[in-house]
């Protein structure tokens, strides 16, 4: 019986250094473990990350609403991809605690993976990195779980359907597109560009203004959650 002890003793004491030899400060671009949160608008659940300390939802948003489609008009694209949202639509699509993510947000996200965009020209657009994206697709070392989704682009609709009743599709499994909250007031539309290979002479990761030139946006991209600092939803 005395011997039993003296080893059940032993394993309790060695439990916490065994422990506390793994802890210590996480590498720059750890990610806390996935939760889920529920969108109580619709009753959709998704998975959460936590990245340096911003909370981002691990999927693309899913919520219906005007000016929104799914890839190719079927449902089973928004439920793998999420839908995509004009400019105007995904400035409110995120649901009560949760805002589109700004430019500052995407870059420290970025950042803490070694993805550091350029400088940009003198309007502060088209910033980019030659960095792969491998590490933020799913799968990827990185915990965002990025999917491809491509773009809906309304300049594509045969001229003859006025008002377009639907947008025109392209890049499914080729390119990311997703748009980014503006901090400052103005017409541009700004937005985050990830290609798996770059078919252009623009780099594989490139943030711009998707505006023509009198400020209107023909597009409709992707869009990624970032829970509210002051909400623990």
């Known amino acids: ?108 996200m970025l950042g803490r993976f070694g993805i550091t965009l350029s400088s940009g020209d003198r309007f502060g657009s088209q910033r980019g990195s030659h960095h792969s994206i491998d590490e933020l697709l799913v799968g990827g070392s990185s915990g965002f779980e990025m999917l491809l989704g491509g773009t809906a682009d309304m ?14 599709y392209r890049l499914l499994g080729d390119a990311a597109y997703y748009w980014s909250r503006r901090r400052s007031l103005g017409r541009g539309t700004d937005g985050y560009v990830f290609e798996e290979t770059s078919r252009s002479s623009l780099p594989p990761i490139y943030y711009t203004s998707f505006s023509d030139g009198d400020g209107r946006c023909p597009y409709a991209f992707s869009v990624r959650c970032v829970r509210d600092q002051t909400s623990t939803r």
Do not use: F
């Open 155 to 168: 300049n594509s609709i045969a001229a003859d359907i006025i008002p377009p009743t639907r947008p025109g």
């Open 1 to 108: 019986m005395r011997r039993r002890y003296v080893i059940v003793t032993l394993m309790v004491l060695a439990w916490p250094h065994a422990t506390s030899s793994r802890s210590g400060p996480e590498p720059q671009g750890a990610q806390r473990a996935s939760q889920i949160v529920k969108d109580p608008r619709d009753g959709k659940s998704y998975r959460t990350v936590q990245i340096g300390t911003a909370v981002w939802m691990q999927e693309n948003l899913n919520y219906e609403t005007e000016n929104s489609w799914c890839y190719d008009n079927r449902r089973q694209n928004c439920s793998k991809y999420g839908r995509l949202y004009t400019y105007a639509a995904a400035q409110t699509a995120c649901p009560p605690g949760w805002h589109l993510a700004d430019e500052t947000e995407w870059d420290e």
